[in-house]
């Protein structure tokens, strides 16, 4: 904000140097400039992606997404999944439609890269790795990841999340082998913070 300004008027008193009459208008572009900054800060940067049962499948609950400085925190709770390891993923698109969560498409990947874990070199920017669920069929994971977005071409806003029958084995391309969608949801966003349980 101080830089702003004195880079203004660093630029109006050149230009006031140069005789040109660019100084009122400089000021302006910094204030419509700020303004936005503000707006930007208040806008909406939590959303939940409420998670249904695909066709002949039981498994549901929520994921919820929260802009931290270091990415996105991602809290994910789920019930009625069979015991073990889900590959756990955020697809292309936002949309469950088909019954059995094909039409969420593939994994999100804007970089055309390579399926991976969620700590690979490379991955897909969807590739969120497993969630483990216990015998009583509850699945829960909590972690901040660094690749997802709220804005530009990592933006996860309308995506689709899907759980899927088997492990991901954070290698076979391009899905990690997990098999089947036993659970679908689209990334809303929240007008307000979603709060924890
Ligand atoms: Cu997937
Ligand atoms: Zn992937």
Redesign the pocket.
């Known amino acids: 904000m101080t830089a702003r300004i004195v880079n203004a008027c660093m630029v109006c008193a050149l230009a006031l140097a140069l005789g040109v009459l660019g100084c009122e208008k400089t000021e302006t572009g910094g204030e419509e400039m700020a303004a936005k900054g503000t707006e930007m800060k208040a806008a909406a940067y939590t959303a939940i992606a409420n998670m249904g049962a695909t066709n002949g499948n039981s498994a549901h609950g929520t994921v919820t997404f929260t802009k931290v400085e270091e990415g996105v925190r991602v809290v994910a709770h789920f019930e009625g999944v069979p015991a073990g390891d889900h ?3 955020i ?1 292309e698109f936002g949309d469950c439609s088909s019954g059995d969560g094909k039409s969420a498409g593939g ?1 999100f990947n804007p970089y055309s890269v390579p399926h991976a874990g969620p700590d690979g070199e490379q991955r897909h920017v ?1 590739d969120l790795g497993n969630i483990t669920a216990n015998a009583d069929g509850v699945a829960e994971k909590e972690f901040v990841d660094a690749m997802l977005g709220f804005e530009g071409e990592r933006s996860i806003a309308g995506k689709g999340v ?1 759980l ?1 029958a088997n492990a991901d084995d954070l290698t076979t391309q391009p ?1 990690g082998a ?1 098999g089947a ?1 036993i659970s679908c949801g689209v990334i809303e966003l929240a007008a307000e913070p979603v709060s924890e349980k």
Request: aromatic share 10%; no cysteine; net charge positive.
């Open positions: 590959g756990f993923h697809h994994h969807g899907i899927h899905t997990a969608r």
